[in-house]
C-alpha cells in the first residue's frame, strides 16, 4: 500500500532520530543502513520510553507521546530504507485536493510535480530518483554576489560547481568533522554522565551544543571555544572537490586566492559606504 508524506515528515524523522545536524536528508537517506536506523531507533525508542518518566522526572503522557513520534518516524524511514513502499514526497499537501489525491491515487504517482516519487522494488533505482529529482543540479549563470563568500559558495557563483554539488561537499565536511560532545569530554568540560543527561533530555530538534549551553553544563565562552575547536578540526571542503576529481590543487588554489581578492574588495566598498555615510 502506497501513501503520501511531506518532505517535512521525513526532515522532522531524520532529526527526531538522528539530530538536528543533518544538513541534507535526502543524502542522508540515500546512504542509511537498516542497522543504522535501527540503531538509531533503539537509542531514541529507550530515552523517550514513557516507563522512564518517573525515574527522568518528566510527565509520563509527554514522554508518551513523544514516544510514539519515534516510532511513526521509524516505521516511515524504515519503509524508505527497506524499499518497500512507494512514496509521493510533496512540500505541501493542499487541504482541499486530499480527496482527490486519494481517488487519483495511481495518476499521482506518475505525476508529481512538487515532490518526487520512486519505487522500492530496486534500492539503486530509489536513490537515482532522491538524487535527480529533490537537490537541483543547475549551475549559476549570473553575477558572483558583492558579499564574502566562503570558498564553496564562490565556486557555485563561479559556475564551476552545481548547486547539488555544494551541497554534497557541506554534506561530507559536516559528516567528518568531530562531535561537540566529544571535544567537551576530551577537555574535561563535561563528564560522561553530564552528555548521557544531555542526550537523553534535549529536544529532538535541538542541538547539542545549544541545549548544553541553555541548562548550564557548559559556559557561553566554553561552547564558543569547543564550536571553534571543531570547526577547526573538520576537513577543508576544498578536499572534497579534489578526492571527487571536480578541481585540480593547482585550480582550487587559484580560485581561493581569487576569493581573497574577491572579499577584499567587497570589504574594501563596505568600509568606504561606512566612512561616506558618517
Known amino acids: 500500500m502506497a501513501y503520501t508524506i511531506t518532505k517535512t515528515n521525513l526532515i522532522n524523522d531524520c532529526y527526531l532520530l538522528f539530530g538536528s545536524e543533518i544538513f541534507n ?5 540515500k546512504d542509511l543502513s537498516p542497522s543504522e ?8 525508542a529507550f530515552e523517550t520510553h514513557p516507563d522512564r518518566a518517573r525515574t527522568l522526572g518528566k510527565n509520563e503522557d509527554t514522554m508518551d507521546n513523544r514516544f510514539k513520534k519515534v516510532i511513526t518516524a521509524y516505521e516511515r524511514l524504515n519503509s524508505i530504507v527497506q524499499g518497500e513502499e512507494i512514496y509521493i514526497l510533496r512540500d505541501v499537501v493542499p487541504e482541499e485536493k486530499s480527496a482527490r489525491r486519494t481517488t487519483h491515487h495511481t495518476q499521482t504517482k506518475q505525476k508529481s510535480t512538487s ?3 520512486y519505487t522500492g522494488n530496486a534500492r539503486k533505482t530509489k536513490r537515482e530518483h532522491m538524487t535527480k529529482e529533490s537537490v537541483s543540479g543547475r549551475f549559476h549563470n549570473g553575477n558572483v554576489p558583492k558579499r564574502e563568500l566562503l570558498i564553496g559558495q564562490f ?7 552545481s548547486w547539488k554539488t555544494l551541497f554534497d561537499a557541506v554534506y561530507w565536511q559536516r559528516k567528518r568533522r568531530p562531535i561537540i560532545g566529544k571535544i567537551a569530554l576530551d577537555w574535561g568540560i563535561l563528564s560522561s554522565d553530564d552528555i548521557r ?3 537523553t533530555e534535549r529536544n529532538y530538534n535541538e542541538q547539542f551544543g545549544e541545549y548544553a549551553l541553555r541548562n548550564g553544563f557548559i559556559t557561553h ?10 570547526r577547526m578540526l573538520q576537513p577543508p571542503i576544498g578536499e572534497y572537490f579534489i578526492q571527487q576529481g571536480i578541481l585540480a590543487n593547482t585550480d582550487l588554489k587559484k580560485m581561493i586566492e581569487s576569493l ?3 572579499n577584499r574588495e567587497v570589504i574594501k566598498h563596505a568600509k568606504g559606504l561606512f566612512n561616506f555615510r558618517f
Do not use: C, N, P
Not at 536528508?25 to 537517506?29: A, G, K, P, Q, S
Not at 565562552?221 to 571543531?230: M, P, T, W
Open 37 to 44: 536506523l535501527k540503531t538509531a531507533y533503539r537509542k531514541k
Open 115 to 117: 515532490g518526487f516519487s
Open 260 to 262: 581573497k581578492i574577491h
Open 197 to 199: 543527561r544531555i542526550l
Open 221 to 230: 565562552f566554553e561552547h564558543l571555544a569547543i564550536i571553534g575547536r571543531q
Open 155 to 161: 565556486l557555485y557563483y563561479s559556475g564551476l560547481i
Open 25 to 29: 536528508y535526502v543524502d542522508f537517506l
